[in-house]
Nanobody
Framework: QEWLEASGGGLVEAGGSLNVSCVIS????????VGWFRQAPGLEREFVAA????????HYADSVKGRFTISRDVAESTVYLRMDSLIPEDTAVYYC?????????????WGRGTQVTVSS
């Protein structure tokens, strides 16, 4: 059975950093690329970053390129999103999902996200 669980969000000041994590079921982790998405109030959910199954390739939305870093830990079946130089526009609920079609098409249903709030 495939499942993903995002965590690690919080409140941070503009210019600060935050790490969010996505723990994934083992079978899904070893099969699929994984991506992060976010949804701000009143807006549609948008792609943020993705990493291939083996971690050799990454892809970022232009809005976060150079500020966010996606990585994965095989031993922990976890994908991380390191967010630096945060700005208020990064405020959103962040979700992780498997990638159906590289690099930005999500695969499965949406699980619970984690709230990230950046204060100005």
């Amino acid at each position: 059975q495939e499942w993903l669980e995002a965590s690690g969000g919080g409140l941070v000041e503009a210019g600060g950093s935050l790490n969010v994590s996505c723990v994934i079921s083992k079978s899904a982790y070893t099969t699929w690329a994984v991506g992060w998405f976010r949804q701000a109030p009143g807006l549609e959910r948008e792609f943020v970053a993705a990493i291939t199954r083996a971690g050799e390739m990454t892809h970022y939305a232009d809005s976060v390129k150079g500020r966010f870093t996606i990585s994965r830990d095989v031993a922990e079946s976890t994908v991380y999103l390191r967010m630096d130089s945060l700005i208020p526009e990064d405020t959103a609920v962040y979700y992780c999902n498997l990638i159906f079609k590289w690099p930005e098409t999500p695969r499965g249903p949406w699980g619970r996200g984690t709230q990230v709030t950046v204060s100005s």
